[in-house]
């Protein structure tokens, strides 16, 4: 039998990560978040609007991903 082809975007054969390696993925993504969020309120505080959006869409997405890779697996 031949293996599922990694570029296949169905998914078949795809398995989910165990529960202790989502969990540290997920704390990873909560301490970039944090990271992420901080720039943002740091720009924001010292009038830098444009770089505190970017800070915040980065958490928002970083939050985003973590949720994602927490919950699907």
């Known amino acids: 039998m031949s293996e599922p082809d990694p570029s296949d975007p169905s998914g078949r054969g795809r398995q989910r990560r165990p529960l ?3 969990i540290g ?3 990873i993504a909560v ?3 944090s990271v992420f969020g901080a ?3 740091a720009a924001w505080s010292s009038g830098e ?3 505190a959006v970017m ?3 980065g958490c928002l997405m970083t939050v985003w991903v973590g ?3 927490l919950f699907r697996g």
Request: net charge neutral; proline share 5%.
């Open 20 to 22: 202790i390696e989502r």
């Open 25 to 27: 993925m997920a704390g």
């Open 31 to 33: 301490v970039l978040a």
């Open 39 to 41: 720039v943002g309120l």
């Open 49 to 51: 609007p444009f770089l």
């Open 55 to 57: 800070g915040g869409v």
């Open 67 to 69: 949720g994602l890779t």
